[in-house]
């Protein structure tokens, strides 16, 4: 991390507590220094600038910015104690004060007196690569430096600029270094608000100069560029060599390319200053020359004139470029003339004029009596009282390019009438450089570096890895004929760290050989894995030579959205153009096919996103990818060519057929987002090709918040809306009314095996035979329900994987990764219309079956109690196939479960600052044995948690019954930082404190998940050696309604009911932190005999935890523990669940029930009391209060009887 340093010179101990540490003037207390802390005479404090809080250590909860940043210390009152602002940094070197207080570069020494590193020449400093026009693959132009020399080289204070008139443009901040032999970028955007390393000026992607100068504007290296290609840099090859070429794959602030393709070219740049922005003119602010023509000519004489230096003007904003004002005018008039003379030496035939303008508002200027060029005038000879033709704010520099034909050999006199939009206008300015330049280049095209990157898949569902894992990939080839040590040439996918996966030592790549390497970020770097892997949506890849030949860019990639499954390629290999291949790793690359981009259809979109951007999908209605790069989006018709979309893009088929664009209005994010955003009140969006031409269009009208719109099925002509089911990026569908899953068993061993459990929650019967199950969204059609299957009302229906995993589409459900569930309507002929249910699942445990839970949110698809598909403790698998289907039993909770979260903890409830040392996540075993959080016959397979923060519970932890955990964000190994933590929340000594976590707990919603390891997977399964994770406990909270309200605070969440589901708001509530205590309000529960009823509910109630649950204590009919769960007393008999009435009401029967706020209830009836299934009349969420609930039956009512129960919770 990052590292600041303290240091008390004064005599007296210093008192830190209150005092605060910022890199945010506006927000000087980011880190406020604990009360009490102290720092001695002539000792030290150092402090660690990171949020991550992994180390021990004081953490100041942010990082500093290596481009550039401030520090500010605060005192308690708010006045400023000490500050200092830095430019770009060299990495693993430090800024200190020298015994002078001076700062100074070096070596770095905390915790002891600083020690100066020596610095180098910069007069050896080389303007080494320049970006003029970026689109896709950077977000601005930039201007990379090199430093030749060995040591570290001082910029500040040192001067870049793309004017020769005003060679001061942009100042380098103070501090400011660049490494020995290393880069440094700044980014050319015209926006220096954006930190040190950013400059006040952009580059013309035209014709242009940059200029490197010492304070004193002597010249230290100069470039003068012709036009610029779109996405590709120029600079020195080698770095900081004579050589300059065009770069397809910028790297700024990584090694530059060798010469590749066309070779290197020496470029010999001339440059003439003819007359600088400061330059002396004469002025006349008095009278109309409408009347005296003449003094546009080179021989009027304007000696009564008077006369100042550049910039001329009047203007308040102090915003004009250097050199600044050099003479002040008066306004109130329409129009300005000026005049001066500029000497011509040599003959310019070849050169090309470059001139930089500052003006405010339109001008006209003459170049020896005639006409030159004008800048916002309209055409037509101007008067006195001619207008600008636009309004200037603030006077900025304007570049033009001329041809020296007009000058003469000689003086030059130049003449300007400098135009206003109005007598009132309140700022004039006036100011004009021209340098005069050309370029020789002599190219060698004898250089071809002889290794490429050959083929690259970003987006790998499906090729494995050694490891059975899918895994990104990128292959390497040797284009020589001679065998070539690769060994510490290095892969990256971001060119200001080259080095960021080495090629191990000796790597030999035969004489046109291929080497694969792997992208798989689930897996630590090897010699064959780089252990981070590559963005679908768009990225690159570099592959940089070794140290040794300088570590220059051997060549490089960088794509847009790809297609699943199918890599980028060169064709022929090595040598080609890139584009899209079948996957051949290894071997000689193929081309796919690609279909039209007529069959291109815009499929969903989202214009009212309730929480992040809007977003919008494409389709390919074809059976291959097809190419999108190239293609433009829009969202006004009427502007075709708004957003393209970036080069090597493709979109996929079959369940990859989907490229989902985020509408955000910021195309520098990205491949995958466009330059606009979509209007909730309703617009348009289009489809074209580079031509222009029309391939598809959509208009759609107000839009609903959180609901989508698209085609259905997919492609069709058909618009609906999706109110409960948008799928940005994947096949749209509406929920099936008649039908939904509503169990499966996934995990099996004999007499056992793979179910799934349909349910029709209507009143009506519905015929499902020729409708399709299937776990995999590219073939909806793996199973077809036999003709005549009919799904009653209220009933169920169970197939068995002996029916599905048969036939050429037979499936069985991954227990060990997750799978999924789909079930699709179609017609007579088969034919799918997009009305599905579908549902997702992670790994199992054996024999464990999930099903439907209605929460206060909606549904739930969770672990559940016990299985109930009819037969569930059978003999053999053809007595379990016999189960025709039940209503499911509740949700599985524990053995340990999430009791508590701190998701915001501030400093005080007038101090908003966070502390992230003070989150915390409470863990709590609500089982009556204890529990090991490890795999006790693999020991090294551990619980984690996951998800919104990643933690690996240590080897050998257990949690006996009733007792809590905590983990955190910080080391508890820090001694000062636990004391803290424990002293705050009152955490008892015997409590185990875990951490530190990775990542934060966010403070509008997250998920975290607990999570315990199932047995390895054994051979000879293909995933042999794999180890399942199951999900124990998952809760996803939110700072919105219905959570409760425990963000920032001073509260936390805390979990009511232990033993209920977990995953519901009504289980939570805010109340001041209990860390390692029990929850107020029935969250502290033990279950310390077993009986299914907490401690402390038994004590309320009986006094006495002697009582089992069977009993029943008011002799109500009501077991203890049928109370307990019901929410009822157990000490009052007319306090329990039971059917208060049922009603006959217009041809239908109401039924009341007495209800318990918080708890959900499933209503069923039967019209036979001695047989008969059970079947669903209504599901109710949880109550909002304690009193009588209500249920409708409708009917029909075949018989004369009909009975009812009432199931809690819901089922």
Same mark, same amino acid.
């Given at each position: 991390?990052?590292?600041i ?45 990171d ?9 100041? @909860? ?52 600083n020690?100066?590193? %020596? ?16 689109? !896709? ?33 942009? $100042? ?50 100069a ?7 779109? &996405? ?23 090694g ?35 009347g005296t $023509? ?26 004009l ?16 003339? !000026? ?19 500052v ?22 000879? %101007? ?20 041809? $020296? ?61 050694t490891?059975?894992?899918a ?21 990256? &996918? ?79 290999? @090595? ?51 097809? *190419? ?33 664009f985020?509408?955000?209005?910021n195309?520098?994010?990205? *491949? ?13 969006? @289009? ?41 940005? +990026? ?12 509503n ?20 009143d ?5 035979? +020729?409708?399709?199950?299937?776990? *995999? ?33 037979? !499936? ?47 549904t ?8 109930? !598909? ?17 209503p ?10 999430i ?11 007038? &101090? $908003?600052?966070?502390?992230a040392?003070?989150?915390y ?30 933690f ?20 508890? @190994? ?96 805010a ?37 089992d ?71 109710? +969420? ?10 409708t ?19």
């Open positions: 991390p990052d590292l340093e303290l240091y008390n010179a004064g005599p007296a101990t210093a008192s830190l507590g209150g005092m605060g540490l910022s890199d945010t003037a506006t927000l000087p207390f980011k880190y406020t220094f604990p009360a009490g802390t102290t720092l001695a005479p002539g000792a030290y404090l150092v402090l660690l600038a949020s991550a809080i992994t180390l021990p250590g004081i953490h100041t @909860g942010f990082s500093l910015k290596q481009g550039g940043d401030d520090l500010t210390l605060t005192s308690a009152a708010g006045a400023v104690v000490d500050s200092v602002a830095f430019g770009p940094q060299v990495t693993d070197h430090s800024i200190g004060r020298s015994p002078s207080g001076e700062w100074v570069l070096c070596t770095p020494t905390f915790g002891g007196p020690f100066a590193h %020596p610095v180098g020449d910069p007069a050896r400093l080389r303007i080494n690569e320049w970006l003029a026009d970026a689109q !896709f693959v950077s977000n601005n132009d930039f201007i990379e430096l090199y430093n030749p020399d060995p040591q570290p080289v001082e910029l500040a204070g040192l001067l870049l600029s793309n004017a020769s008139g005003a060679p001061e443009l942009n $100042p380098i901040a103070p501090l400011s270094y660049i490494a020995g032999g290393g880069l440094t970028r700044f980014t050319a955007d015209g926006d220096p608000q954006q930190g040190p390393d950013h400059l006040n000026f952009k580059l013309s992607p035209d014709v242009g100069l940059i200029l490197l100068s010492f304070p004193d504007l002597t010249l230290i290296d470039i003068l560029y012709g036009p610029q290609q779109t &996405d590709v840099s120029q600079g020195r090859s080698p770095d900081g060599g004579d050589t300059i070429t065009s770069f397809a794959q910028p790297t700024p602030g990584g530059n390319p060798g010469a590749q393709g066309g070779g290197g070219c020496t470029v010999l740049n001339d440059i003439v200053d003819l007359l600088p922005l400061n330059a002396t003119w004469s002025y006349d602010q008095t009278d109309n020359l409408d $023509p003449a003094w546009k000519t080179a021989a009027f004489n304007d000696a009564a004139w008077p006369s100042g230096k550049g910039l001329l003007a009047v203007e308040d904003c102090n915003c470029p250097a050199p600044g004002i050099g003479t002040t005018l008066t306004i109130g008039r329409l129009t300005y003339y !000026f005049r001066t003379r500029f000497v011509v030496k040599t003959n310019l035939s070849g050169f090309t004029l470059n001139l930089s303008t003006l405010d508002d339109g001008a006209v200027v003459y170049l020896n009596g005639t006409e030159w060029f004008r800048l916002g005038m309209a055409a037509g000879t %101007p008067v006195y009282s001619t207008l600008a033709s636009r309004n200037v704010s603030n006077g900025v520099l304007e570049y033009t390019n001329l041809p $020296p034909t007009a000058l003469l050999q000689g003086t030059n006199v130049l003449a300007v009438e400098v135009h206003q939009t109005g007598a009132t206008s309140s700022d004039i300015t006036w100011g004009l450089s021209i340098t005069a330049s050309r370029s020789v280049t002599n190219c060698d095209t004898s250089l071809q570096l002889p290794l490429v990157l050959n083929e690259v898949l970003a987006n790998s569902p499906t090729v494995a890895t490891a059975t894992r895994a990104d990939w990128v292959e390497v080839m040797n284009t020589s004929t001679n065998a070539l040590d690769i060994g510490e040439a290095s892969l990256t &996918d971001d060119p200001s760290f080259p080095r960021k996966w080495i090629f191990p030592a000796g790597t030999l790549l035969p004489a046109l050989g291929h080497k694969v390497v792997f992208f798989d970020a689930s897996l630590p770097a090897s010699g064959t894995n780089t252990g981070f892997r590559l963005p679908a949506t768009g990225g690159a890849v570099f592959l940089f030579d070794k140290p040794a030949h300088g570590t220059p860019l051997a060549d490089g990639v960088r794509f847009g959205l790809q297609a699943a499954g199918y890599p980028i390629g060169r064709i022929p290999d @090595g040598t080609g153009n890139w584009g899209l291949n079948l996957p051949t790793p290894g071997g000689i690359n193929t081309a796919a096919g690609l279909a039209s981009p007529s069959t291109l259809r815009i499929n969903e979109w989202m214009a009212d996103q309730p929480s992040g951007p809007d977003w919008f999908e494409l389709y390919n209605t074809a059976s291959q990818p097809v *190419a999108l790069g190239g293609l433009y989006l829009t969202d006004n018709l009427a502007d075709k060519f708004q957003s393209r979309i970036a080069p090597l893009s493709f979109i996929g088929v079959g369940a990859d057929a989907y490229a989902l985020t509408a955000d209005n195309a520098a994010a990205g *491949a995958d987002h466009v330059n606009f955003s979509l209007k909730k009140s309703g617009e348009a969006l @289009g489809l074209y090709t580079a031509a222009g031409t029309q391939l598809d269009a959509i208009a759609f009208g107000a839009q609903v918040s959180g609901v989508s719109q698209g085609r259905l099925p997919d492609g069709a002509t058909a618009i609906v809306s999706f109110a409960t089911t948008p799928t940005p +990026g994947t096949s749209n569908y509406q929920p099936l009314p008649a039908a939904v899953i169990e499966i068993l996934a995990h099996t061993d004999p007499p056992l095996e793979d179910a799934i459990e349909l349910y029709n929650p209507t009506s019967d519905v015929a499902i035979g +020729g409708w399709y199950l299937s776990n *995999a969204a590219d073939n909806f059609k793996r199973f077809r329900i036999p003709d005549g299957t009919l799904l009653k009302a209220r009933g169920y229906i169970v197939l068995y994987e002996y029916q599905f995993n048969t036939g050429a589409n037979a !499936f069985t459900l991954n227990s060990a990764h997750g799978d999924q569930v789909i079930l699709s309507q179609a017609d007579a002929l088969g034919t799918l219309n997009g009305y599905r249910a579908q549902v997702g699942f992670g790994a199992t445990e054996n024999g464990v079956s999930l099903g439907r839970y209605t929460t206060s949110v909606g739930a698809f969770v672990p559940l109690l016990a299985r109930s !598909f009819g037969v569930d403790s059978p003999a053999t698998v053809a007595q379990f196939r016999t189960g025709a289907g039940l499911n039993a509740g949700p599985r909770v524990g053995p340990l479960v009791s508590e979260i701190e998701y915001h903890p501030v400093a005080s409830p007038v &101090d $908003p600052t966070e502390r040392e003070e989150e996540i409470e863990i709590q075993n609500v089982s009556a044995a204890t529990v090991a959080l490890y795999d006790t016959a693999f020991p090294t397979n551990v619980w984690r948690l996951r998800n919104g923060v990643d690996d519970f240590p080897a050998g932890t257990t949690l006996t019954p009733g007792a809590r955990l905590l983990v955190v964000g910080f080391a508890p @190994g820090d001694a000062s930082l636990l004391a803290a933590f424990r002293a705050k929340y009152g955490v008892a000594p015997t409590v185990p404190v875990l951490g530190p976590w990775s990542g934060r707990l966010d403070n509008a919603s997250d998920v975290l998940e607990l999570v315990k390891p199932d047995a390895p997977q054994t051979a000879p399964h293909p995933d042999a050696g794999y180890v399942p994770q199951i999900v124990v406990d998952r809760v996803h909270y939110s700072s919105a309604l219905p959570w409760p309200t425990a963000d920032g605070n001073g509260l936390s969440l805390q979990r009511i009911t232990l033993t209920a589901f977990g995953d519901d708001p009504i289980n939570w509530m109340s001041a932190p209990t860390a390692g205590s029990a929850n107020p309000g029935g969250g502290g529960i033990t279950d310390s005999d077993g009986d299914g009823m907490p401690d402390d509910w038994e004590m309320a109630h009986f006094g006495t935890l002697a009582r649950g069977s009993g029943d204590f008011d002799g109500d009919g009501m077991t203890d523990l049928q109370e307990y769960l019901a929410g009822t007393n157990p000490a009052n008999g007319s306090d329990l669940l039971r059917i208060l009435s049922v009603e006959s009401v217009a041809n239908s029967y109401v039924i009341r029930f007495s209800g318990v706020a918080a708890h959900t209830y499933s209503v069923y009836y039967r019209d036979d009391v001695a047989g008969g299934t059970w079947k669903k009349l209504s599901d109710l +969420g949880a109550l909002p209060s304690t009193g009588a609930a209500q249920v039956d409708p009917g029909p009512f075949p018989l004369a009887t009909r009975f009812y129960k009432v199931v809690t919770p819901a089922q």
